[in-house]
């Protein structure tokens, strides 16, 4: 790639190579006419998947903030992943390669495997009793079955609900409950650094008290014991001997508009709420999106190093590249361990093309130096892209350089749980900034605007917002339609508010610079001050918590948490430690605070609202700013 250096920044131009046989010329052509008519252009793209009815209707705004998207269409999107591969040549080519955290554990995939098993687990589910519209649980690590079950639930029409392997009983349990689920997908455990979490001990505690659970899938992945209720727990392996599992499954045909998957994540306040995502619009959006942006190729093989139980492992592990008929690599395991060399000695080893990760994972390898990688031929790659937080410029170049031997255009990609698919980021054909995401994808638009909406000048920060509706865009909160509109749409009516904070430069180039609301993005993990709060509040010694995100070196933001204690208390390290233990155990390991501070009070606003934004000012040492509203 070639740099070119402004006085402010750098510009790389992609080197011609990148560009032969790529989806996407000439980017400004196709930026123009999708920005022309977005409705054509997005009909165009969804006629390149598989409808059993055509649809009458592109987009129905008539009920905006409400959107409908290939109104009277009907699909499935297990029949563009999977059903569609196997009438033609790629019925057996590599649809998945896993490789266990012990990587003499290799399990592989054809696209016709990959239906056995679909077929097989929806087979399974239908025994159960799983039918359309209903929500499935799966709490599931990095393993194939994963992906086994999430298609097995679409492909009936059933909606699944997945929770991250590494969140609690509490979260959990809560999850449960709020969607209602009456089965739950589990595994015994899941290797993390060579020691087993106990998912199942987890799941048990977790539905105690969840009344509509009726039956537990167990698939044996870490084989240690683990108590099995004869009434509702029952053995994957022991499932799949039964002839029930035997023989073809038919795809459900669902209308565009049919619910495929709730996700719980954490929004300003209270609870996570659940977002909920559609079979049409999003497989449209997800498709094109990774088709444009990672210019898919036939021979590539595409690793996105996202856990299922996020959105990213949604939208790019899982169904993105099945969509577009790649080979999906997935790993177990965690970049660090037993070795911080393990990624590279996987790209490697399997040939990895195009390389999708978090600038987190970036920060923590590039400490260990270069020698890791050097050691490695990462020659392989063709393409990398960044996800979840900024990624600060010297990442970005250490990643471009050295894991990207400087031939490698990096994507970073704009996006949320909301938003199902990309929304701000570049093609490899544009130019590339170092820290900035790029432009709104095609058919999309974006501005920055101050508090009453007015747009600011460009290199101005203010808040991010999209102008136009998407059709992976999510469709409600599901059981709450008013907190749909008061968090997204109710500000600055019909347009969508990220609760982000961004500047345009003078290119139409994004920079995003993080969140404005009270979620905290920790190693790109998305999680709300407010649970960290709830968590510390359920340890007796706690009367009142505050928790915020200070700036960190790896993890780009680190939760810090203010505790009042209860009488009789004394602050201590060894209660630091405990209260620190406590959330882990409550919430989440990833939500564990970097440091807590004992205070004698927290500042509040006259209401009694915590003022976490003087404690952020207070702590990073700068202007407290306006205090009018503070308490006394
Ligand atoms: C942040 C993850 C800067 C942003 C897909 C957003 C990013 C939140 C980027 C959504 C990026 C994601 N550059 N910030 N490339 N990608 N974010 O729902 O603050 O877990 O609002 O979705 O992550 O987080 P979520």
Request: net charge neutral; hydrophobic share 40%; with cysteine.
């Given at each position: 790639m070639s740099e070119e250096s402004t006085p402010e920044k750098l510009v790389y131009h992609p080197d011609p190579s990148v560009l032969e046989g790529a989806t996407v010329q000439d980017w400004r052509a196709l930026e123009a006419s999708a920005t022309a008519d977005p409705q054509a252009y997005w009909a165009e793209q969804a006629s390149q998947l598989e409808w059993s009815r055509p649809w009458d209707t592109v987009l129905d705004d008539s009920a905006a903030p409400?959107?409908?998207?290939?109104?009277?269409?009907?699909?499935?999107?297990?029949?563009?992943?999977?059903?569609?591969?196997?009438?033609?040549?790629?019925?057996?080519?590599?649809?998945?390669?896993?490789?266990?955290?012990?990587?003499?554990?290799?399990?592989?995939?054809?696209?016709?495997?990959?239906?056995?098993?679909?077929?097989?687990?929806?087979?399974?589910?239908?025994?159960?009793?799983?039918?359309?519209?209903?929500?499935?649980?799966?709490?599931?690590?990095?393993?194939p079955e994963v992906v086994f079950a999430m298609l097995a639930c679409a492909k009936l029409g059933a909606v699944h609900s997945l929770i991250f392997a590494g969140y609690s009983s509490d979260a959990l349990s809560s999850r449960i409950q709020d969607s209602e689920s009456k089965l739950v997908i589990t595994a015994d455990g899941s290797w993390v650094n060579g020691k087993v979490f106990p998912l199942k001990d987890i799941v048990d505690e977790g539905i105690h008290f969840s009344a509509t659970v009726e039956n537990v899938i167990v698939v044996r992945n870490t084989g240690q014991d683990v108590s099995m209720d004869p009434e509702r727990d029952h053995w994957y392996h022991d499932l799949c001997a039964l002839p029930i599992a035997r023989g073809h499954c038919p795809t459900v045909q669902v209308d565009a508009e049919h619910p495929l998957y709730l996700l719980y994540t954490s929004g300003s306040t209270g609870s996570p709420k659940a977002i909920l995502h559609t079979h049409g619009g999003y497989m449209v959006g997800v498709h094109t999106s990774l088709q444009q942006t990672f210019d898919?190729?036939?021979?590539?093989?595409?690793?996105?190093?996202?856990?299922?139980?996020?959105?990213?492992?949604?939208?790019?592990?899982?169904?993105?590249?099945?969509?577009?008929?790649?080979?999906?690599?997935?790993?177990?395991?965690?970049p660090t361990y037993p070795h911080p060399?393990?990624?590279?000695?996987?790209?490697?080893?399997?040939?990895?093309?195009?390389?999708?990760?978090?600038?987190?994972?970036?920060?923590?390898?590039?400490?260990?130096?270069?020698?890791?990688?050097?050691?490695?031929?990462?020659?392989?790659?063709?393409?990398?892209?960044?996800?979840?937080?900024?990624?600060?410029?010297?990442a970005w170049r250490w990643f471009h350089e050295v894991i990207g031997g400087g031939r490698c255009p990096i994507m970073d990609t704009w996006w949320q749980t909301e938003t199902g698919m990309f929304q701000i980021t570049t093609v490899p054909s544009m130019p590339l900034k170092p820290g900035a995401a790029g432009r709104p994808v095609f058919g999309q638009d974006a501005e920055v605007v101050d508090e009453e909406g007015h747009p600011v000048p460009d290199g101005t920060e203010g808040l991010l917002v999209l102008k136009n509706p998407a059709p992976a865009m999510f469709r409600t909160i599901f059981k709450d339609e008013q907190r749909y509109i008061d968090t997204y749409w109710a500000k600055f009516p019909g347009r969508?508010?990220?609760?982000?904070?961004a500047k345009r430069d003078e290119?139409?180039?994004?920079?995003?610079?993080?969140?404005?609301?009270?979620?905290?993005?920790?190693?790109?993990?998305?999680?709300?001050?407010?649970?960290?709060?709830?968590?510390?509040?359920?340890?007796?010694?706690?009367?009142?918590?505050?928790?915020?995100?200070?700036?960190?070196?790896?993890?780009?933001?680190?939760?810090?948490?203010?505790?009042?204690?209860?009488?009789?208390?004394?602050?201590?390290?060894?209660?630091?430690?405990?209260?620190?233990?406590?959330?882990?155990?409550?919430?989440?390991?990833?939500?564990?605070?970097?440091?807590?501070?004992?205070?004698?009070?927290?500042?509040?606003?006259?209401?009694?609202?915590?003022?976490?934004?003087?404690?952020?000012?207070?702590?990073?040492?700068?202007?407290?700013?306006?205090?009018?509203?503070?308490?006394?």
């Open positions: 409400f959107f409908k998207w290939f109104v009277g269409g009907r699909t499935n999107i297990v029949t563009n992943c999977v059903d569609r591969h196997l009438r033609g040549a790629r019925k057996n080519k590599l649809a998945l390669i896993w490789v266990g955290e012990d990587t003499s554990k290799v399990r592989t995939f054809s696209y016709f495997s990959l239906n056995r098993e679909v077929e097989q687990f929806a087979n399974l589910l239908t025994a159960m009793g799983v039918r359309e519209g209903d929500v499935v649980t799966i709490y599931l690590p990095r393993i898919i190729r036939e021979d590539d093989r595409w690793w996105c190093t996202a856990d299922p139980g996020w959105v990213t492992g949604h939208s790019y592990l899982v169904y993105g590249p099945l969509l577009t008929g790649a080979t999906v690599f997935m790993y177990e395991g965690s060399d393990r990624w590279w000695q996987l790209i490697e080893h399997y040939g990895i093309t195009t390389f999708y990760t978090a600038p987190t994972a970036i920060r923590s390898l590039m400490r260990f130096g270069d020698a890791w990688p050097r050691r490695r031929d990462l020659s392989s790659l063709r393409l990398l892209g960044s996800v979840g937080e900024p990624i600060n410029p010297e969508y508010l990220t609760g982000d904070a290119d139409g180039y994004f920079w995003v610079i993080g969140r404005t609301d009270d979620v905290i993005k920790v190693s790109g993990h998305r999680l709300g001050n407010a649970e960290v709060e709830a968590a510390l509040g359920g340890h007796p010694a706690v009367v009142e918590a505050a928790a915020i995100g200070l700036p960190h070196e790896v993890k780009g933001n680190a939760i810090h948490a203010y505790v009042v204690l209860a009488m009789g208390r004394e602050p201590s390290q060894a209660l630091e430690q405990e209260l620190r233990d406590h959330v882990a155990k409550h919430l989440s390991p990833i939500a564990k605070p970097e440091r807590i501070e004992f205070v004698e009070k927290l500042p509040k606003t006259r209401s009694g609202k915590i003022m976490r934004r003087v404690l952020r000012a207070r702590a990073l040492g700068q202007d407290e700013g306006d205090l009018t509203t503070l308490e006394e």
